[in-house]
């Protein structure tokens, strides 16, 4: 079956640009992740869902980022006002459960530069 | 907060050689402990992961790793390396409790593969 698909694959945006990263999850898969992956560094989390409610933001590094997931299926990641830092890839992930048990598979990511 | 340190930034191995790729985690309790690969272009992939019960995990591809609680390590090993396995490895944590979904990675250590 498919896996996890993510769109645009490779953006550019201008300083101050909005961007939204598109995350379309395994069908049926409850959880849904993201994590920013630095230029040689490893992911690090940023939101997490279970359907449609985010359960934790705590790792949004600002109020720029934003994250919905409407209707408990696909998902998407808004930066406002884009900056140098926040160039990255980003990673989406699902899981059919909402415990460790159960296995995040990822998608291919989206990679954001910022110039 | 837990951590997890790879200290090998960087291996080179000669195909058919054994492998161990170190994984060294900072938490107060037992945590939940998993390996990562992510070759170019691809998102990462689960190789196995460690809740509890049998110290020697077995995962795919041939790999298996063995948590040692006294020493804090999770480290990854393989007897024979086939070119194919050349990628990047990531060891992550999550917490145990309500929180156990969320992923601690390490910074990675590539993987390169002599013919």
């Known amino acids: 079956g498919a896996g996890v698909s993510q769109s645009p694959r490779y953006k550019v945006a201008k300083r101050g640009q909005d961007v939204a990263l598109r995350c379309d999850p395994i069908?049926?898969?409850?959880?849904l992740f993201w994590y920013q992956q630095a230029l040689g560094q490893g992911p690090e989390f940023l939101t997490y869902?279970?359907?449609?409610?985010?359960?934790?933001k705590s790792g949004l590094p600002s109020d720029r980022f934003f994250a919905e997931r409407p209707e408990g299926s696909v998902s998407t990641l808004k930066i406002q006002r884009t900056q140098q830092e926040d160039s990255a890839v980003y990673l989406c992930?699902?899981?059919?459960?909402?415990?460790?048990?159960?296995?995040?598979?990822f998608g291919p990511g989206t990679r954001l530069t910022v110039t | 907060a837990q951590s997890v340190t790879q200290p090998d930034i960087h291996i080179t191995v000669s195909e058919g050689a054994s492998l161990e790729l170190r994984c060294n985690y900072s938490?107060?309790?037992?945590?939940?402990l998993f390996w990562y690969v992510q070759s170019p272009g691809q998102g990462l992939q689960l190789l196995l992961k460690?809740?509890?019960?049998?110290?020697l995990v077995q995962g795919i591809k041939g790999f298996e790793a063995e948590f040692k609680r006294s020493q804090s390590s999770f480290n990854l090993r393989k007897p024979s390396v086939h070119w194919s396995d050349a990628a990047e490895y990531f060891c992550?944590?999550?917490?145990?409790?309500?929180?156990?979904?969320?992923?601690?990675f390490g910074k990675g250590t590539l993987l390169t593969v002599n013919p």
């Open positions: 992930a699902s899981s059919h459960r909402t415990v460790a048990s159960g296995e995040q598979y």
């Open positions: 069908s049926g898969h409850v959880s």
């Open positions: 869902f279970q359907n449609e409610a985010q359960l934790d």
């Open positions: 938490y107060g309790a037992t945590p939940y």
């Open positions: 460690y809740f509890s019960g049998d110290t």
């Open positions: 992550a944590v999550a917490p145990g409790g309500g929180s156990n979904y969320k992923l601690t």
